[in-house]
């Protein structure tokens, strides 16, 4: 049987999950910063194990939607929320949920990538080592599976005592992927990653991209249409800081139910 949720508001959001089971859940969420709205009225679910792409116009609220996935707004004062936003079940304000462990669920990359100023292989470890005393041995074999994991290791296993900052742009941007992986995350939110990056670059961070769903959910806010149409399973189309369209990314890229995401993805709005 085909379960479909539309999702309410008068967003064009409706997405089969009969088969893939939610990780993120974002009920009725809004977010202010100061007097001024950045997002309303967000309800959206993100399917576990599978790449959600958030696009819209400069200014629509993906990065701010992104960052309140794991709470990055918290130390910002001038920020106010309504509604509510679940990892698995769980609401991730809830006193309860610490959010060191929050973070280590669901990591983050940025646009520009950032290695810690220490060798490559002390990047990948950094985590691991917040976590507690490991054996040495055992932390050699999580940095390995984790540069195996993001495609870096052959590009590095001879050197993993040089500074992180010897390589070059994408693979800075796969070692800070392999930071984030080897703490074990569920989710991984990307905001712009590969838009910093050389085509060739970019497009290996894409690859890696698709090749890391079979483990780990994925939310990528990007500017580049080809890029979400190449990558992503599920698009969310923002506007105003508004979910306006959501679907299987196929659909909303070649028969959009609204005008307003078929504008923004044929380029009649920037
Ligand atoms: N720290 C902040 N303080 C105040 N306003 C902010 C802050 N961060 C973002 N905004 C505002 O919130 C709105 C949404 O910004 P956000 O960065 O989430 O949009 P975006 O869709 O990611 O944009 P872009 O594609 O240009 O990165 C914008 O009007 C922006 O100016």
């Known amino acids: 049987m085909t379960v479909m949720q539309h999702t309410p508001s008068t967003s064009g959001a409706l997405i089969d999950f009969s088969a893939h089971a939610s990780s993120l859940e974002v009920r009725d969420f809004a977010l202010r910063y100061g007097d001024k709205p950045a997002l309303s009225n967000l309800t959206l679910r993100v399917p576990r194990h599978r790449v959600t792409a958030f696009i819209g116009p400069s200014g629509c609220g993906k990065s701010t939607l992104l960052r309140a996935l794991n709470r990055l707004h918290d130390l910002n004062e001038s920020v106010s929320r309504e509604g509510s936003i679940h990892l698995e079940g769980q609401d991730i304000h809830a006193p309860e949920m610490m959010v060191a462990e929050l973070r280590r669920r669901v990591g983050m990359v940025f646009q520009v990538p950032n290695p810690f100023p220490m060798s490559i292989y002390d990047n990948v470890a950094f985590g691991l080592r917040l976590q507690g005393r490991m054996p040495k041995r055992r932390v050699d074999d999580v940095v390995e599976w984790a540069l195996r994991s993001a495609a870096l ?9 040089a500074s992180a900052w010897s390589l070059s742009g994408g693979q800075q941007q796969r070692l800070v992927i392999a930071r984030t992986l080897a703490v074990g995350p569920e989710v991984l939110l990307l905001d712009e990653p590969a838009s ?4 060739i670059s970019s497009l290996k961070v894409e690859e ?3 090749n890391l769903k079979s483990t780990l959910t994925l939310v990528l806010v990007t500017h580049n249409m080809q890029q979400a149409a190449r990558v992503s399973d599920y698009t969310a189309f923002l506007q105003d800081g508004e979910l306006v369209e959501y679907g299987p990314t196929d659909t909303l890229f070649t028969n959009p139910r609204l005008a307003r995401t078929e504008n923004y993805i044929t380029g009649r709005m920037a």
Not at 196 to 199: K, S, V, Y
């Open 208 to 210: 890696l991209i698709r």
């Open 153 to 161: 290791w052959d590009e590095v296993k001879d050197r993993l005592r």
């Open 196 to 199: 910093a990056l050389d085509p």
